[in-house]
């Protein structure tokens, strides 16, 4: 079955530089989410998408942007990059079709961009 | 949102039947309750949900009690791959946009041979 795919897989960036992370949903999935683990920490919650529309806005940096093009792939832009900002990202996908009594929380995630910031 | 309270480390043996218990007082009446499961450097996998009394699918159950002020995750017969960190959410599942999800202070499950 298809997954979702992020790309790239790992990215080295200087301090102050810009990076865009990108993410394709499985096929059919209506929604977005982006999240961002730290070393050693739980996965954080950043933004998300529904019908190219965002639709939740969590704990994401000014310097960060995101959009969902009408493909429904996504891209986290990421300006003025600093040190902290070395983190695992995760893209995940949900059906609001599919879901079920037994399934509204559940979010397909990505094998995650590894971003380290020099 | 429900603030979630688990154990932040367990140990088990291959075989073993574990239970993790997620303590969430605050539960509101239309949360959901639904576990993840991370391997290290790999993303949250979705394992389970519910709402009230018992749930069981082809990788784990759910027992709620009447109350929903707790819940517990039971993983039957764990192997050497189940090592690996548990997280108990809740929250509303009734979304038309999709539900972001608030991961906090899983749990982190060791099984030995």
């Known amino acids: 079955a298809a997954g979702v795919i992020q790309s790239p897989r790992h990215l080295i960036k200087e301090k102050r530089e810009t990076a865009t992370l990108k993410c394709y949903p499985i096929p059919r999935h209506d929604t977005v989410y982006w999240y961002q683990q730290g070393p050693g920490q739980d996965p954080q919650f950043l933004i998300s998408?529904?019908?190219?529309?965002?639709?939740d806005k969590g704990s994401i940096p000014d310097r960060f942007s995101a959009q969902q093009f009408s493909d429904y792939h996504s891209e986290l832009n990421m300006s003025s990059l600093e040190l902290g900002d070395s983190a695992l990202y995760f893209c995940?996908?949900?059906?609001?079709?599919?879901?079920?009594?037994?399934?509204?929380?559940?979010?397909?995630f990505g094998p995650g961009t590894r971003l380290t910031v020099l | 949102l429900a603030k979630t309270t688990q154990p932040i480390s367990m140990d088990s043996y291959e075989g073993q039947e574990v239970n993790i218990t997620c303590s969430h007082n605050?539960?509101?009446?239309?949360?959901?309750i639904t576990w993840y499961q991370q391997f290290p450097s790999q993303g949250p996998r979705f394992i389970i949900q519910g709402y009230k009394t018992k749930v069981t699918n082809e990788v784990a159950s759910l027992f709620i009690p009447a109350d929903r002020k707790s819940s517990t995750l039971s993983l039957p017969r764990v192997s050497l791959s189940d090592t690996a960190v548990y997280y108990c959410?809740?929250?509303?599942?009734?979304?038309?946009?999709?539900?972001?999800?608030?991961f906090g202070g899983g749990t982190r499950l060791m099984v030995k041979p």
């Open positions: 605050n539960i509101a009446t239309n949360d959901y």
């Open positions: 959410l809740v929250g509303s599942g009734i979304n038309n946009a999709g539900n972001m999800l608030t």
């Open positions: 998408f529904y019908e190219k529309m965002q639709s």
């Open positions: 995940a996908s949900s059906s609001t079709a599919d879901r079920t009594a037994s399934s509204y929380n559940e979010q397909f």
